[in-house]
């Protein structure tokens, strides 16, 4: 595996080897000794799956605030996306920074991110879908939302006319109200440690 240091420290692309014939590839997806190399030791809890049947389907910017903050390994199965991340974490020192990247299910790649980011995805093509490994339990009064065209975030969305987006998504704070009312994510290992 490859593992790809990306704008934000913490996160990941990761790319794992494939073994191809004749009959087609098998990949390893996930090795816990080799990420806990990375610093990756997450402990598993959940595993989603997202479905969007129309290319430009957009959701996010999502994040869950502490103590229930998620880390998440995202990977797609089916079609072609463009994700988002944004840090959250006021004592990161790139707090308010943004990142992306394409994954494919022509290339299993993988997208770790850390607890206290926001994520966002797009879909490039129609039929998608997106897995997510999630190293917490969902917490519905947790959930916080960014809205995903949020002029200070200036996130440079590929899509090629108005995305399909849910009310809640649509109707989202912007960054600067997520900053006037929270001050940003405080993780619980950063409050422990006096931060």
């Known amino acids: 595996m490859k593992f790809v240091p990306l704008e934000i420290p913490g996160a990941f ?27 990756i ?32 390994m995202v990977r797609v199965s089916q079609g072609e996306v463009f994700i988002v991340f944004v840090d959250l974490r006021r004592n990161s020192g790139f707090f308010g920074k943004t990142g992306s990247v394409v994954l494919s299910c022509d290339e299993p790649r993988l997208l770790y991110v850390p607890q206290g980011l926001a994520l966002g995805m797009c879909t490039l093509t129609d039929h998608c879908s997106l897995y997510y490994k999630i190293d917490q339990i969902y917490s519905p009064e947790s959930q916080g939302i960014i809205r995903w065209d949020d002029p200070d975030l200036n996130i440079r969305w590929p899509l090629e006319r108005e995305p399909v987006i849910s009310e809640r998504d649509a109707a989202a704070p912007s960054f600067r109200e997520f900053v006037d009312s929270e001050g940003g994510l405080v993780l619980s290992f950063e409050r422990n440690a006096g931060t």
Not at 20 to 35: L, N, P
Not at 46 to 64: N, Y
């Open 41 to 72: 030791a997450a402990e598993w809890m959940q595993e989603s799956l997202s479905f969007s049947a129309v290319k430009g389907t957009l959701r996010g910017l999502h994040f869950q605030r502490p103590p229930h903050a998620e880390a998440k």
């Open 13 to 39: 692309l990761i790319e794992p080897e494939l073994h191809k014939d004749t009959r087609g590839y098998f990949v390893r997806i996930y090795d816990q000794h080799t990420m806990e190399k990375y610093g």
